[in-house]
């Protein structure tokens, strides 16, 4: 089987984290601001997405910080993918709680983008993450 590059994605309404059409989804809605080159979403995860008991899993928390980096970076360009992530724990996050994630695009000097991203709960900080955004389209 031959691998082509990946050249392009295609927004189809089913993402896992975002897509208004994937039954078993998160349904995230992320708010950008182009100008402060941030990302923005507010949630509830219910014991659907747990790991440990009352714990949100926290593959679930990575993904979550993982759209929050990539919307920061679509704020400026049309598309983007992870090309590494780095996910720290700080809190468990229980379930059933009001979550905010916020990402903000720290650099952009190459076609590798960093970006970071932050999960709390009443302002505090429960995960973290840094990730490089390889950048596949420019807006």
């Given at each position: 089987?031959?691998?082509?590059?990946?050249?392009?994605?295609?927004?189809?309404?089913?993402?896992f984290?975002?897509?208004?059409?994937?039954?078993?989804?998160?349904?995230?809605?992320?708010?950008?601001?182009?100008?402060?080159?941030?990302?923005?979403?507010r949630?509830?995860?219910?014991?659907?997405?747990?790991?440990?008991?009352?714990?949100?899993?926290?593959?679930i928390?990575?993904?979550?910080?993982?759209?929050?980096c990539?919307?920061?970076?679509?704020?400026?360009?049309?598309?983007?993918?992870?090309?590494?992530?780095?996910?720290?724990?700080?809190?468990?996050?229980?379930?059933?709680?009001?979550?905010?994630?916020?990402?903000?695009?720290?650099?952009?000097?190459?076609?590798?983008?960093?970006?970071?991203?932050?999960?709390?709960?009443?302002?505090?900080?429960?995960?973290?993450?840094?990730?490089?955004?390889?950048?596949?389209?420019?807006?």
């Amino acid at each position: 089987m031959s691998r082509e590059p990946l050249r392009q994605v295609v927004n189809d309404t089913a993402c896992f984290v975002c897509g208004p059409d994937n039954p078993i989804g998160l349904k995230a809605r992320f708010e950008v601001d182009k100008n402060a080159r941030t990302s923005y979403a507010r949630l509830t995860l219910t014991d659907h997405f747990q790991g440990w008991q009352d714990v949100v899993h926290g593959g679930i928390l990575a993904t979550l910080l993982d759209e929050a980096c990539a919307y920061a970076c679509m704020a400026v360009v049309k598309s983007c993918v992870t090309a590494e992530i780095k996910v720290r724990y700080r809190k468990p996050v229980p379930v059933g709680r009001v979550i905010e994630i916020f990402g903000h695009l720290v650099d952009d000097r190459r076609k590798i983008w960093t970006a970071q991203a932050q999960i709390k709960i009443d302002g505090t900080l429960h995960a973290e993450a840094e990730s490089k955004m390889f950048i596949l389209e420019q807006s």
